[in-house]
DNA sequence: ATGGTCGCGCAGCGA
């Protein structure tokens, strides 16, 4: 089963065809999506169910939005917080049950600068989403779902989160002294998200591995620079990372024109297909 | 060269 990621910058109509794409060649079972910047009715859900996926989107139109993709089945779709709490105001968070694995497709806030309203809505966002998955578990008996309430069940939480884990993930730890996505609390709050189990399987295939990153900035010539960060994360549980057979960063779809300013990230689990 | 480019949407903000 191969699970991917991807923060595409928009779905828009230029945006949509590397998006198919890429489906056409990666062929992932699973792909998670962030900045649709769509509503619910603009999501082009017929140009993926025409290629076999099944699709939740949880939008807001102009900014954020994510969304889930599946061809292994797409159970029990929830938008945003399932921590009993009043709604997040923005369209950063969908959980669905895809081939027995209960994915979430996250947008961690950017953060904007370290001590920004914005910064404390991140690290605040971040411990909801820790919250999140202590308490979202599927429906008993729902189809492909293997947990039953209060069990833990095999979990894949993807997405963009804005966090840089470790130095080796940046091309130059100097270039970002005093900015976001790499001070102790954003770390940190990370961290505590893999506490409970999940594990960062990207980062588990390529130990010790610097120049892997996921997003370059737009300016200055900076992909071609290799001037990027690592900020898209695979984070599963234990049963499924221990099955991860390889994974990888398509840096090939951040070239050409109109491009995400991302890459896919995707990594391959050796699952038995849902009975 | 102390900026540089995108997306959204039509000014200027957010990333």
New binding site residues.
């Given amino acids: 089963m191969r699970i991917a990621t991807w923060n595409v910058?928009?779905l828009?109509a230029e945006r949509i065809d590397r998006v198919v794409g890429w489906l056409d060649i990666a062929q992932p079972d699973v792909l998670c999506l962030q900045e649709t910047?769509q509503t619910d009715d603009a999501f082009p859900a017929l140009d993926f169910h025409a290629r076999g996926y099944a699709s939740v989107h949880h939008g807001e139109?102009?900014w954020n939005g994510v969304a889930i993709l599946s061809r292994v089945g797409l159970d029990d779709p929830v938008p945003g917080f399932a921590d009993g709490e009043p709604a997040d105001d923005e369209a950063r968070l969908v959980t669905a049950t895809c081939g027995g694995v209960r994915v979430s497709s996250v947008y961690v806030?950017?953060g904007?600068e370290v001590g920004h309203d914005?910064f404390r809505y991140k690290l605040r966002w971040l411990a909801r989403l820790r919250a999140h998955v202590r308490a979202d578990v599927p429906a008993a008996g729902s189809t492909g779902g293997q947990g039953r309430p209060g069990e833990p069940v095999p979990r894949a939480v993807c997405g963009d989160f804005n966090v840089a884990p470790d130095d080796l993930d940046l091309w130059s730890p100097a270039a970002f002294e005093g900015s976001t996505h790499v001070t102790p609390e954003e770390r940190a709050a990370v961290a505590e998200l893999e506490a409970l189990g999940l594990r960062d399987v990207f980062r588990e295939q390529y130990p010790g591995v610097g120049d892997l990153f996921s997003w370059w900035d737009?300016?200055?010539g900076a992909f071609h620079k290799h001037r990027g960060m690592r900020i898209d994360l695979l984070l599963f549980s234990s049963d499924l990372a221990d099955r991860v057979t390889w994974a990888l960063i398509d840096r090939i779809a951040r070239k050409g024109s109109?491009p995400s300013d991302h890459a896919p990230v995707f990594a391959d689990v050796e699952v038995d297909p849902p009975s």
């Fill in positions: 910058n928009s828009t910047k139109g102009r806030p950017n904007r914005h737009y300016r200055a109109k």
